[in-house]
């Protein structure tokens, strides 16, 4: 099992930047794929980016390509979300999710939620116009 607590969510005005946090408890997380969902008010969980633990290949949603960066430090078993150039549109809960060893068609990642097997409790990150 694998356990995952979110942090570094906040206020910021739009242009700014924040870095989120997820702290991995439980197994490695050598094999898994590690990705950030976001999921505003009405509207269904959005895949945002992925990493692959094991050497760091990263995947991401158009919507963020450009402005945002995903990164692990192995020693910290943490997740990190670096977003830059935030926008209204970024508004949502964040969550950190874990999916176990598996492969999709040729992808070592999928972008839907419920193929994830474990989820953080999400972190709130508010972009005001």
């Known amino acids: 099992q694998v356990q995952l607590v979110e942090s570094g969510g906040g206020l910021v005005q739009a242009g700014g930047s924040l870095r989120l946090s997820c702290a991995a408890s439980?197994?490695?997380?050598?094999?898994?794929?590690m990705g950030w969902f976001r999921q505003a008010p009405g509207k269904e969980r959005e895949f945002v980016a992925a990493?692959?633990?094991?050497?760091?290949?990263?995947a991401y949603a158009d919507s963020v390509k450009g402005r945002f960066t995903i990164s692990r430090d192995n020693a910290k078993n943490t997740l990190y979300l670096q977003m830059d150039s935030l926008k209204p549109e970024d508004t949502a809960v964040y969550y950190c999710?874990?999916?176990?060893?598996?492969?999709?068609?040729?992808?070592?990642?999928?972008?839907?939620?419920?193929?994830?097997?474990?989820w953080g409790q999400g972190t709130q990150v508010t972009v005001s116009s």
């Open positions: 990493i692959r633990w094991s050497d760091s290949v990263t």
């Open positions: 439980g197994r490695t997380l050598s094999s898994y794929a």
């Open positions: 999710a874990a999916d176990r060893p598996r492969w999709y068609g040729s992808r070592w990642y999928t972008t839907t939620a419920h193929e994830y097997d474990y």
